[in-house]
């Protein structure tokens, strides 16, 4: 059980670490880069703000498509405007730096409504899932795991992933570890199952998954995954038992001190 508990606490702190060099270290390197390129002479300052247009548009978070999907590396829906797929980039630049991420998870949830009945919804909620999680719940959930407020978002936007079908593993985990006392063990057991075997399908549609940093990250935590999901099950399953021992119908008449012998 302990040792246990001590792989769960490492491989939280081993994500905090990834999430924090991601935050502070690669994102204000890319910032800085586009910085630099905007400075260029005026005879290239069109070409620059094209580039600025592309970036803008390309992937920020891993999205996991279906196979064949024809909205990979978010290709906008044909004649669909204006592109979805900068709808939470926009809504997100529009809000700004927030102290109180209420009012951009309620703007989000509105979001996302507007797009349900979409074929590309899958998109969006993995969009936003991901800017809700990393950039404004978990840095909450480490100044106070216990509000419970925070912990329903958390849920909230950790279904959208797993409903998405994302592969992203770690950020799953990561969700799930927080929702341990919030949600019931079988819905965590059997978010954590679904994850897991869609990294195993991504990994077998994808020849070179594993070779990737990436796709090397998605099996260490698709297996931890498993391993939650196998212990919530035996936990359940033990619980069970014992409710069922505890609340056993007893014959009155019957002589309880003579069945303990």
Partial sequence: MRSSLKVDIGLIGFGI??????????????????????????SMQAASTTNATLQHSAPQWEITYPENSPYQNLTPPPGVTPNPFLAVPRL???????RDYSGKDTDMRLLLAKYEKEDYYFV?????????????????YYQDPTQPDMLEAIGFYTQQLVEAGSADAKLVYMGLQALKGHWPKKQIAHLAKATAQQVQTVTASVSNDTTTVAGYYRQIYARELTKLSNRLQENQNVDNTVDKRVYKPVDKDSNLLSSTN
């Fill in 17 to 42: 670490a990834l999430l924090a060099w991601q935050r502070f270290w690669l994102e204000p390197a890319r910032e800085r880069a586009a910085a630099y390129s905007s400075i260029p002479t005026q």
């Fill in 124 to 140: 969006i909620q993995q969009q936003a899932a991901n800017e809700m999680l990393r950039r404004e719940l978990f840095p909450h």
């Fill in 92 to 98: 997100v630049r529009e809000t700004g730096p927030v």
